[in-house]
Nanobody, 122 residues
Framework: VQLQASGGGLVQAGGSLRLSCVAS????????MGWFRQVPGKDREFVAG????????PYADSVKGRFTISRDNGKNTAYLQMNNLKPEDTAVYYC????????????????WGQGTLVTVSS
């Protein structure tokens, strides 16, 4: 499956953004989806995951209560709603697809989008 992420940008602390990840090439509803983020020099960090049927897996502690993952299988799209953004949320955000149940491990994901940059200013 091919993934195209979008929706990143520059936002002030306390603001909101919604990321989108559009899938093509395969049956989207076969895949669990995940959002990860990465800053230079660090490993890719799990943010949120959602099963094929919309069941959400536990969020990363750092985003719990602020971020919401969702999906629309009819539109082949996964979303990440990010509220009350903080400067430490600044990163390149990646969506991933897996035929397994979505986990917090990047190696479990089969396909990745190209990443979208989120910058949160203080």
């Amino acid at each position: 499956v091919q993934l195209q992420a979008s929706g990143g940008g520059l936002v002030q602390a306390g603001g909101s953004l919604r990321l989108s990840c559009v899938a093509s090439g395969r049956t989207f509803s076969d895949y669990g989806m995940g959002w990860f983020r990465q800053v230079p020099g660090k490993d890719r960090e799990f943010v949120a995951g959602i099963r094929w049927n919309g069941v959400v897996t536990p969020y990363a502690d750092s985003v719990k209560g602020r971020f919401t993952i969702s999906r629309d299988n009819g539109k082949n799209t996964a979303y990440l709603q990010m509220n009350n953004l903080k400067p430490e949320d600044t990163a390149v955000y990646y969506c991933g697809a897996t035929l397994l149940a979505p986990s917090s491990r990047p190696k479990d994901f089969d396909s990745w989008g190209q990443g979208t940059l989120v910058t949160v200013s203080s």
